[in-house]
């Protein structure tokens, strides 16, 4: 290809690429994949961009390779299965629950202050170091440490608050409220 059409090819790509990886998305529902199905349409149409002669035609050349590409790769899955005598068991995980603890963790963290959530959030999710953590928060070992302690603790007591406000709206006392009620009385 020559250099000029070589130049012509990069600024078709450069003015055109979000139209494009808009028809990529419409034709695969993962964004990921949708980018890498505008990636290999490009590489094909780079091959071939001196034999469109009305460049005008373009988008709709590169969206019938983008077509083309998604069904090879949908028939490409399909040879992947492989015919047994006996099925297996099937089985679907619930992750309703998984989802139901995230939530009530993520409502429980707004109880802590940003900085105590940020130390949190990266000490225990994304299981940083101490060193680590105190790096990217621009703080001290030290303070990460008592940071996490008084952030763990501040959880602890928003736990048991409200276990005691859901065992009362139950009508529920826990034993240790009711021993406290009777050594009192």
């Known amino acids: 290809m020559a250099h000029g059409e070589v130049l012509e090819f990069e600024e078709y790509v450069r003015t055109r690429q ?3 990886l808009r028809s ?5 529902p993962d964004p990921v994949d949708a980018q890498d199905l505008l990636q290999t349409a490009l590489v094909r149409t780079y091959g071939r961009w001196d034999g469109i002669a ?10 019938r390779v983008m077509i083309n590409t998604r069904t090879e790769w949908w028939r490409a899955r ?11 068991d099937a089985s679907v995980d619930d992750s309703s629950e998984q ?4 939530a009530f963790l993520m409502d429980l963290m707004k109880v802590l202050a940003p900085k105590q959530r940020s130390v949190v959030v990266l000490r225990h999710w994304e299981q940083m170091s101490t060193e680590e953590t105190a790096a990217a928060l621009g ?7 008592s940071t996490l302690h008084r952030a763990l603790a501040r959880l602890r007591e928003e736990l ?3 276990a005691r406000d859901e065992n009362d709206e139950l ?3 826990a034993p240790e409220r009711e021993e406290r009620e009777r050594c009192a009385a």
């Open 78 to 88: 399909k040879l992947e299965e492989v015919p047994t005598e006996q099925l297996p």
């Open 24 to 28: 990529a998305r419409r034709l695969v």
């Open 18 to 20: 979000d139209a494009l």
């Open 171 to 173: 009508g529920v006392r």
């Open 54 to 63: 009305d460049k005008r035609l373009a988008d709709a050349y590169l969206r």
């Open 139 to 145: 703080m001290s070992a030290g303070t990460v440490k």
């Open 160 to 162: 048991e608050r409200r």
């Open 99 to 102: 989802h139901a603890d995230r």
